[in-house]
């Protein structure tokens, strides 16, 4: 019997460029935040098309000092959906302000504008919008509701609204760089924006030496080490971004008959993740395709409202009993993508 491979749900895709870039700096000597980091922030905002940018270490250092940067704090509310990751709860808890959830619209995954509409209040100061998987929220909607707004780009760099890079319509757009996001630098996280007077308080937040006043600062920067692997993963984007394109178009068309909600191909989605949805038992699924060789989870590990024991988020509860995450990345083989497909049809035919 041939074993077949096991298949990780995500992972990294890099290669000698990163060795080499990351090699020649620590050959240079100045190895934390330096130069690289410069020019990786210039690259950053004339890729998405805003003028200024400020890189952290990590995409939930990004969300926190774009918050401070909005004067949020104590007595202030945020808005943040409930499907999606800790890392927006942690961060709008870290100022002191309330995290106030949201539920999503069921198609997209993303926030819904009529029940963000019904929870802004006279406390209310941000709106954050994640793209999740790599698709667009409303953004038309969401950025016209005279409450600033910091896009939350984490899974979607190089994904598009309208023609225009997501991440530019925010007053704030925050990335991150995590090992298994779509362009890496191990950790790390970006915050772009078109004013000057916000990216200016960012960088004044992350850097806590030889300062002539003292107030709260942090240490979240990020290394020249980071920012070099960062120069060489920013280039390779588009092409990352065309082969998630074409991975995904063969799942669509290879699970057309397997009873499956697939995702619809639209609004410049640039999957980051591949979710399909089905009615038969997520956990029993998941085992199933891991006996298979092919590592699935669920696209977010648990709903903020589940943390936080509240209800009222029916279509957050319903993405979560069916949504399913099906490895999609550009470093995944030919073999590999036809095994996840084999295992697909063999359980849900
Ligand atoms: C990963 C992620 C974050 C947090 O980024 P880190 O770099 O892991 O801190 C925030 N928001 C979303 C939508 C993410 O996917």
Redesign the pocket.
């Known amino acids: 019997m041939v074993h077949p491979l096991k298949i990780p749900h995500s992972r990294p895709t890099l290669s000698e460029d990163e060795a080499k870039a990351v090699v020649h700096v620590i050959g240079s000597g100045h190895i934390a935040q330096g130069d690289i980091v410069k020019q990786f922030e210039n690259a950053v905002a004339e890729f998405i098309g805003v003028k200024y940018a400020a890189a952290v270490s990590?995409?939930?250092?990004a969300?926190h000092l774009s918050l401070l940067a909005l004067g949020i704090g104590p007595g202030h509310e945020v808005i943040i959906p409930s499907f999606?990751?800790t890392?927006?709860l942690n961060a709008v808890n870290y100022t002191g302000a309330m995290p106030i959830l949201a539920d999503i619209d069921h198609l997209t995954y993303n926030l819904d504008p009529d029940d963000v509409a019904h929870k802004i209040g006279s406390k209310t100061r941000a709106i954050i919008v994640?793209h999740?998987f790599g698709m667009a929220a409303d953004l038309e909607r969401l950025c016209n509701m005279k409450i600033p707004v910091i896009e939350?780009c984490?899974?979607s760099i190089g994904g598009r609204y309208r023609g225009k890079q997501m991440g530019s319509f925010g007053d704030l757009g925050v990335l991150?760089?995590?090992a298994t996001?779509v362009i890496t630098t191990g950790?790390?996280?970006m915050v772009g924006s078109n004013s000057k007077e916000i990216i200016d308080k960012i960088k004044n937040f992350r850097d806590y030496d030889n300062r002539k006043d003292y107030q709260i600062r942090y240490n979240y920067k990020m290394t020249n080490i980071q920012a070099a692997m960062g120069m060489v993963q920013l280039s390779k984007l588009n092409d990352f971004i065309h082969k998630r394109l074409k991975i995904a178009e063969r799942y669509s068309n290879a699970f057309l008959n397997c009873g499956l909600k697939i995702p619809k191909m639209h609004r410049d989605h640039i999957f980051y993740r591949y979710v399909i949805e089905t009615n038969k038992d997520i956990p029993q699924q998941i085992i199933a395709l891991e006996k298979k060789g092919v590592d699935c989870s669920r696209p977010v590990y648990k709903p903020l409202h589940h943390y936080l024991k509240t209800g009222g988020f029916p279509n957050t509860d319903k993405a979560y009993e069916k949504a399913l995450s099906i490895p999609i990345y550009p470093s995944l083989s030919e073999i590999e993508i036809n095994q996840v497909i084999r295992s697909f049809q063999r359980i849900f035919n």
Do not use: H, I
Request: aromatic share 10%; hydrophobic share 40%; with cysteine.
């Open positions: 990590s995409g939930t250092a969300l999606v990751c890392a927006l994640p999740l939350d984490a899974q991150s760089f995590y996001k950790e790390g996280g």
